[in-house]
């Protein structure tokens, strides 16, 4: 192997590094505001079901209210009965007392209607508890994974500039710029290999036979006729120990 083009090699090696880290830590914020906002819809899930719980027992308030006011009605009326002088007055304060009875009877099984009703609603809290804190957990994790690997990467992506700039002090300044050249306009690839069927494995078009034998050796700054990418080729491992071989 050249010592340019495996010093080039090295180099798209590290750049690719370089790009990779650079595009996760640009996308950190967005991951972390992803696990916000299922906590987000967790806690909302939550809140709802409480507000439902709250509402009910206001309204349940409300209702013994009304049971405390027919039944003060209801006495007031019992009260007047038995002071009562004449048989007409009786009957007149005995409608009275029916219909109060009526009224808060209806009221009564309204209040049984919502306490039943808080049942439910109270189960479906304690549910919804149940998976805001099993997801506030997974989140809380999440995070913190997320943090751990925002530090290893930005620790990756320091390694990997000093590594780049002490690699490119030992690069002839010609082919830096050729590989520059090449990078800026290929999507930051400017090194790759030459398939085991003379493809450039990047642009998959048909190497030259000459200019694949040449790739073949890895021995000088080959460029891909049609892409300008540097190529070098990996040659295939050796049979592994034991296996059959065809003599
Ligand atoms: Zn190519």
Do not use: W
């Not at 790759?192 to 021995?219: E, I, K, M, W």
């Amino acid at each position: 192997m050249s010592p340019d083009l495996q010093r080039l090699i090295d180099l798209q090696r590290l750049e690719t590094q370089i790009a990779d880290a650079k595009a996760k830590i640009a996308a950190h914020p967005q991951r972390l505001a992803e696990a916000d906002a299922q906590l987000a819809a967790a806690t909302h899930l939550l809140d709802t079901a409480k507000d439902r719980l709250k509402d009910n027992q206001e309204a349940r308030r409300a209702l013994e209210k009304d049971v405390a006011l027919y039944q003060g009605r209801l006495s007031k009326f019992r009260d007047q009965q038995s002071a009562v002088k004449t048989n007409k007055e009786y009957q007149a304060l005995g409608h009275e007392i029916e219909t109060a009875q009526h009224d808060l009877g209806g009221v009564e099984e309204k209040v049984i209607e919502r306490m039943v009703e808080a049942d439910g609603i109270a189960a479906d809290v304690k549910q919804a508890e149940a998976v805001f804190a099993a997801k506030r957990k997974e989140i809380e994790a999440e995070k913190k994974r997320l943090a751990e690997e925002l530090t290893e990467t930005e620790a990756a992506l320091k390694a990997a500039t000093d590594a780049r700039t002490a690699l490119l002090g030992q690069i002839d300044p010609r082919l830096v710029s050729t590989f520059e050249q090449v990078a800026r306009v290929r999507k930051g690839i400017a090194v790759t290999t030459a398939t085991r069927d003379g493809l450039c494995s990047v642009c998959h078009v048909h190497l030259r036979p000459q200019v694949f034998q040449q790739v073949r050796h890895n021995d000088g700054i080959i460029q891909c006729d049609s892409c300008q990418r540097i190529l070098y080729y990996v040659p295939p491992p050796p049979p592994a120990e034991g296996a059959v071989v065809n003599r």
